[in-house]
């Protein structure tokens, strides 16, 4: 079987290029996240037989899915029968473009700022989803744990930014993390995935949109950042009072996930 490599950030992957590891970062206290533990990535449906003996060797207890079940349905996640993991559907719609009432009537300019409150809306309106997201991270006893949506951008990106900030990785790292999907992220084909998945009822669509909605942006993240710190006057009491962290669920998350 394929093994991971060691201490390697992306998952080289073929049909999944947005898979990454979160061990590796700095914490506040001197200490660093452990590696081939947390795994944040896009949908799963794509994967090749040797993708998925790779994802195997980590030997994952958990994946939370935020996809809706439109987006499950249409791309089926597909692992090894060597696989353990336990899938738990945590469905969030707003990272649907199907949200948008009508596309035809608008630019890529309402796209970015469309985005942008998505992103406070990730924060303000779906804290169940990630209060779920922490209870099950909380079950593994420190085994491997994957999050993913459908591109590993938004829904994902912010499940990354709390999970980082609970294990007090600063938020400039945090941002650096987010900021790596646009490496990685669209791969090719997606402009075209989109365009048949959203726009086939509307040949006069802006293409431009596309461009939009797959491009990875500090002030997307910041936008759901900045909700957070308007509404709770801190992530530390975000995390507290919508996510149900207190401080023995903190450093029982460190003692799992920080080396």
């Known amino acids: 079987m394929t093994k991971p490599a060691d201490n390697q950030r992306r998952l080289l992957l073929d049909g999944a290029p947005n898979i990454r590891d979160l061990g590796g970062?700095?914490?506040?206290?001197?200490?660093?996240?452990?590696?081939?533990?947390?795994?944040?990535?896009?949908?799963?449906?794509?994967?090749?037989?040797?993708d998925q003996h790779l994802l195997s060797a980590y030997e994952i207890k958990i994946i939370c899915d935020f996809r809706n079940a439109n987006e499950y349905q249409q791309d089926v996640t597909k692992l090894s029968q060597q696989s353990n993991a336990v899938i738990h559907n945590l469905s969030i719609s707003p990272g649907n473009q199907q949200n948008i009432v009508d596309i035809s009537l608008i630019n890529a300019s309402d796209m970015a700022r469309w985005m942008q409150q998505l992103n406070r809306e990730l924060a303000l309106n779906h804290s169940q989803q990630f209060r779920q997201m922490f209870e099950l991270l909380l079950n593994t006893n420190?085994?491997?744990?994957?999050?993913?949506?459908?591109?590993g951008k938004d829904r994902t990106g912010f499940a990354a930014a709390l999970i980082l900030s609970a294990l007090d990785v600063p938020r400039n790292t945090i941002m650096e993390d987010y900021l790596l999907t646009?490496?990685?992220?669209?791969?090719?084909?997606?402009?075209?995935?989109?365009?048949?998945?959203?726009?086939?009822?509307?040949?006069?669509?802006d293409l431009e949109l596309f461009a939009t909605l797959t491009s990875t942006r500090r002030e997307f993240l910041d936008a759901a950042l900045d909700a957070v710190d308007e509404h709770y006057g801190s992530i530390n009491n975000y995390l507290e009072t919508e996510i149900g962290l207190d401080a023995q669920k903190r450093r029982?998350?460190?003692?799992?996930y920080v080396e």
């Open 142 to 151: 420190g085994g491997a744990f994957l999050f993913h949506c459908s591109a």
């Open 182 to 205: 646009a490496q990685y992220y669209p791969p090719a084909g997606e402009l075209d995935y989109l365009t048949n998945k959203y726009a086939a009822d509307n040949p006069d669509v």
């Open 252 to 256: 029982q998350l460190k003692q799992y």
């Open 25 to 50: 970062y700095l914490t506040r206290d001197g200490g660093t996240t452990r590696w081939k533990k947390l795994l944040r990535g896009g949908r799963l449906s794509g994967l090749s037989p040797s």
